[in-house]
């Protein structure tokens, strides 16, 4: 295979393609920054329980996006860290958003202890629009799923995906295909099997490819030069993309996506208004996003 990979950042954005904005529909924050109470090898973003890269978000800051996401017409908003029950407001967040439209958090469930879990799911009942859970979980044994997220979470995280099903809230499992079998029939069975012990009778499963950024590429090494969109590549259009239709806000302003937070060109502004324009795909996980056909959104 050739080496395709451009000399410069500028050579990079001349041979890339850009994605336009067709509509802002999706609205992310990364509400615990980059503060996790987990420390996964996988984890594109590197989030740890010492990694301050993106501090979290107060409700007085989110409450601006919530009015400015508004008026652009976003349909539905995420929330992602880092773990965002780590967040002290995060609660108080929820409610508020629920004024504007349906909310996801994305989590790992180690936080989701039973008062907690019936506290949610009133919330869930008592709001104008709908409230989501996604729980990570990358092994159906505590043997494949502990060696990426920590010894013992295996069985903290089935705890937390029960205590929201007994709540009365049955959350989406996101599998992350860190094993190749994971995203095979067998290992979307077994994942079945799994939740059926839960007695979850209609279980929802999410696969998501790795993104070779961050702690992943440590654990099996980054992009080759190749794994790039370029012009040439020519889709018919990009608008599968979730950059297409979303963008993400931490504490330091707003970002093309929810994986480049840590990519300082991903940055497009301090507002929504400023992050209208186009996004040039120069980064190797937009090629992850498009070859795999990646969305965050539930």
């Known amino acids: 295979m050739p080496d395709l990979s451009p000399a410069t950042p500028a050579e990079a954005s001349s041979t890339a393609p850009w994605v336009e904005l067709r509509s802002l529909d999706t609205l992310w924050f990364q509400v615990s920054g980059t503060v996790c109470n987990l420390a996964c090898t996988h984890c594109f973003v590197s989030s740890s329980p ?31 860290g880092g773990e965002p029950f780590l967040n002290p407001e995060m609660e108080q967040i929820l409610e508020k958003t629920l004024e504007y439209g349906p909310a996801t958090v994305l989590t790992n469930g180690l936080l989701l202890n039973p008062d907690r879990c019936r506290k949610l799911a009133r919330m869930a009942r008592d709001c104008r629009y709908s409230l989501d859970f996604r729980v990570s979980l990358d092994g159906y044994s505590a043997a494949t799923n502990d060696p990426i997220r920590g010894a013992g979470t295996f069985e903290r995280i089935l705890a937390g995906i029960s205590n929201l099903f007994k709540a009365g809230l049955n959350p989406v499992i996101t599998v992350t295909e860190v094993y190749d079998d994971n995203g095979s029939i067998e290992g979307k069975t077994r994942f079945f099997a799994l939740l059926a012990e839960l007695g979850i009778e209609k279980p929802r499963l999410k696969m998501l490819p790795v993104f070779r950024i961050g702690a992943e590429a440590e654990r099996t090494g980054a992009y080759e030069s190749w794994q790039r969109l370029r012009t040439s590549d020519k889709p018919g259009s990009w608008d599968h993309l979730q950059c297409s239709s979303c963008r993400m806000v931490t504490d330091q302003g707003v970002w093309v996506c929810p994986i480049l937070v840590n990519e300082p ?33 539930t």
């Open 50 to 80: 010492t990694n301050h890269t993106h501090e979290a978000l107060s409700l007085a800051e989110i409450v601006p996006y919530l009015e400015e996401g508004s008026a652009l017409g976003v349909k539905e908003y995420y929330f992602t």
């Open 265 to 297: 060109d991903g940055k497009m502004g301090a507002e929504l208004a400023d992050t209208l324009n186009a996004f040039a795909m120069t980064h190797s996980a937009c090629w992850t996003c498009h070859v795999y056909g990646v969305s965050c959104k």
